[in-house]
């Protein structure tokens, strides 16, 4: 029997201190009370009145024990499901599942090389992918659909990616009605509202302003998702040097503190409604005054701000999988392993983003097919070694001896599957097999796959029941925008 | 001669506090108004400008000599003539309506002054007829307009087409800018002039007034 024996059942990583994570903690409550919110809704300043935040104009100074309230009543995990009721993301602990980003104004094209805007039929084809990859867990839109009315794109967006993918999905809203209509279309592909709501299959994405700043659009979808008890990420996106301090632990009690007054005035309108703590957190490249994707800042900070997430056992969105590179290429892949193990080992839960390239202007497919051989890899790396008695196989060592072999060895036969990861892109071939098979660089098979996917795989479709309804809410909004 | 290179030197340096030093000893000492400007104050923010673009120079950097040239430029305007101070031109900017995104837009504001502009800031959320109104009451050159959302850059169109319905967009130009527009997208909605970024839309602003 073995005494005071400590497992490490993955790799550990760690960025900062619990100490650390309570000084973060305790600046963000400072930020609250001394400096406050501006909030531009009016619903939200008398939630926070009334429950005894400072509020003059639109700036509200929230007292700390009014988020240490929302940290108790907000659930420590939200779970959400497959189109065909699998409760197959479970966000809580240090779960990991990875997808992709939303709304990139262009894609690059996979068949002629060209960056274009986004068309509808771009979002079904990358949701499609996203459906046949095994590392991507949920979808996103990837691109901004710009080839229908503008008004109503956000249901066509949304339209695109429920017909191509069972996956959970998580999309953005033009506005409170956007939102409803895209609650309905959801609701009518899984039997009812009902359904939706104890197993939700959708999340809406949105975000504050930062510096400190909540925006009437986002705080109506907010308190509207809040009132549906429908999951909500709500993201901070903050430029370290620019719209927050230039040093990362000030990065990261701003953006911390515009997390925390977003879910105050979400639990203050309904408490215990799912919530999902988001952040985009990078530097502004101080040359191009970009909003860097790929920058170590940006893989860095989001480790912290999972540390801080876990402490507060909260969810947490998070984000990897990206470049700032315009094309996909050797940069693109240094910068999207990187931030996809960081964020592996960090443990964070929702981490989006994957297949952006060009700082997020531009969607990528092989940039998403790519990062998902990339997960693959981090996804080994991070589950470490197992070690009991069958796995040390001091038996099996007996057995074959010094000289001997342990290829025809069944302990061999049994382990070498659970214990190996197996590439589907990365070439291992020896070198004249390679050759023969065309000496092709990882971008070509890369680029390959995609149109393999594209040409074979099938999603599993709605259900006929839901089709004429999602069909109908996506017409009558394109009516109702025409007047 | 060595005085006005000293005020360039603050002004390259970012230090507001020596520059506003240097330019009252300037002042103080009886060197002509106008000289100070361009020999000194605009004669340090063009090397500026240079060393930026040989990426020499960061942005928090260019912001300082900025600061350190408009602090100096404050105290030397009172002694400018009106007819040395017309020549300049006026910019009328703002973030669209329906926008609350403002930072980019204050840095290019900032710029556009330290290159001696009168700027026009009009905020954020701002609507169509207060672009009209405002280039109405200033006549200005140059108009400017940002936004960060996708959704909201669309409403630059309608200020353009208000700005055609009074009868006001051939005496002015129109330059825009933010996160998701693109030449393309200016080109599109009949705009003058798109820059990425701050220090381009000065030189983009400058090359508009001819």
């Known amino acids: ?483 | 001669m060595a005085f006005f290179e000293e005020i360039a030197s603050a002004v390259i340096a970012g230090d507001p506090a020596k520059s506003q030093e240097l330019v009252r000893k300037a002042l103080d000492g009886g060197a002509k108004p106008l000289d100070i400007v361009d020999q000194g104050l605009m004669a340090g923010m063009n090397v500026v400008g240079e060393r930026f673009k040989r990426c020499d120079m960061f942005v928090p950097e260019v912001l300082m000599a900025a600061k350190a040239m408009n602090m100096g430029l404050d105290l030397v305007k009172p002694h400018l003539d009106s007819a040395s101070r017309a020549g300049t031109g006026t910019v009328v900017i703002g973030t669209v309506k329906g926008d609350l995104h403002d930072i980019g837009k204050n840095l290019v504001a900032m710029l556009l002054e330290s290159k001696g502009l009168n700027v026009v800031n009009l905020g954020v959320d701002v609507s169509a007829e207060t672009f009209v109104n405002a280039v109405k009451q200033h006549s200005p050159q140059i108009v400017g307009m940002s936004a960060l959302l996708t959704t909201t850059m669309l409403v630059m169109k309608d200020v353009i087409d208000a700005l055609k319905e009074a009868n006001l967009r051939d005496s002015v130009k129109v330059m825009i800018g933010g996160a998701p527009v693109t030449q393309d997208f200016a080109t599109e909605i009949g705009a003058d002039g798109y820059a990425p970024d701050a220090v381009t839309a000065t030189d983009l602003a400058k090359g508009l007034l001819g």
Request: charged share 20%; with cysteine; net charge negative.
């Open chain 1, 1 to 483: 029997m073995r005494s005071n024996y400590k497992v490490n059942a993955s790799a550990q990583f760690q960025v900062l201190s619990i100490d650390q994570v309570e000084e973060i903690h305790r600046a963000s409550l400072e930020v609250l009370e001394r400096v406050g919110v501006e909030v531009y809704y009016d619903e939200a300043l008398a939630l926070l009145k009334a429950a005894g935040a400072h509020v003059k104009g639109n700036r509200a100074r929230i007292p700390s024990s009014l988020v240490e309230k929302a940290l108790r009543t907000a659930p420590s995990r939200v779970t959400l499901s497959t189109r065909d009721g699998k409760r197959s993301v479970r966000l809580e602990a240090h779960n990991i599942y990875f997808g992709t980003g939303s709304d990139c104004p262009f894609i690059l094209d996979s068949y002629t090389g060209v960056r274009r805007k986004v068309t509808k039929d771009d979002v079904c084809k990358a949701a499609t992918i996203c459906d046949a990859l095994p590392n991507i867990d949920f979808v996103m839109s990837l691109g901004l659909v710009s080839d229908v009315p503008s008004l109503s794109s956000d249901r066509h967006q949304f339209e695109a990616m429920l017909m191509n993918t069972v996956k959970p999905i998580v999309f953005t809203a033009h506005d409170l009605e956007g939102y409803n209509d895209i609650v309905d279309m959801a609701a009518a592909s899984v039997g009812g509202l009902e359904e939706l709501q104890a197993n939700p299959t959708i999340c809406l994405y949105t975000e504050p302003i930062s510096p400190l700043k909540h925006a009437k659009e986002s705080v109506t979808k907010l308190l509207r998702t809040a009132q549906m008890r429908i999951p909500v990420v709500y993201t901070p996106c903050v430029m370290a040097g620019a719209t927050v301090p230039a040093t990362l632990a000030g990065a990261l009690v701003t953006g911390n503190a515009e997390s925390l007054s977003g879910m105050v005035i979400h639990q203050l309108k309904n408490p215990g409604a799912p919530f999902i703590i988001g952040g985009v957190y990078t530097i502004m490249d101080m040359q191009s005054t970009i909003f860097s994707y790929g920058a170590p800042e940006f893989t860095l900070l989001h480790a912290a701000f999972a540390d801080l997430s876990h402490y507060y056992r909260k969810p947490i969105f998070s984000t990897a999988g990206c470049t700032d590179s315009k094309i996909v290429d050797e940069q693109a892949a240094i910068e999207a392993a990187l931030s996809c193990l960081v964020a592996a080992q960090s443990g964070a839960n929702l981490i989006h983003d994957v297949g952006y390239i060009e700082y997020g202007s531009t969607g990528s497919y092989e940039m998403l097919v790519m990062s998902d051989e990339i997960i693959g890899m981090v996804k080994r790396i991070v589950r470490g070694i197992e070690v009991n008695d069958d796995t040390l196989a001091v038996d099996v060592i007996d057995r074959v001896g010094p000289g001997g072999h342990f290829l025809s060895e069944e302990h061999t036969l049994r382990h070498f599957k659970n214990q190996t990861w197996f590439p589907r892109l990365i070439d291992r071939n020896r070198y004249d097999q390679w050759a023969a098979m065309g000496a092709t660089t990882m971008g070509e098979r890369t680029k390959a796959k995609v149109q393999e996917i594209l040409a074979t795989h099938k999603p599993l479709a709605v259900p006929d029941a839901g089709l004429k309804a999602i069909e109908g809410i996506v017409s009558r909004a394109d009516a109702k925008y025409k007047e």
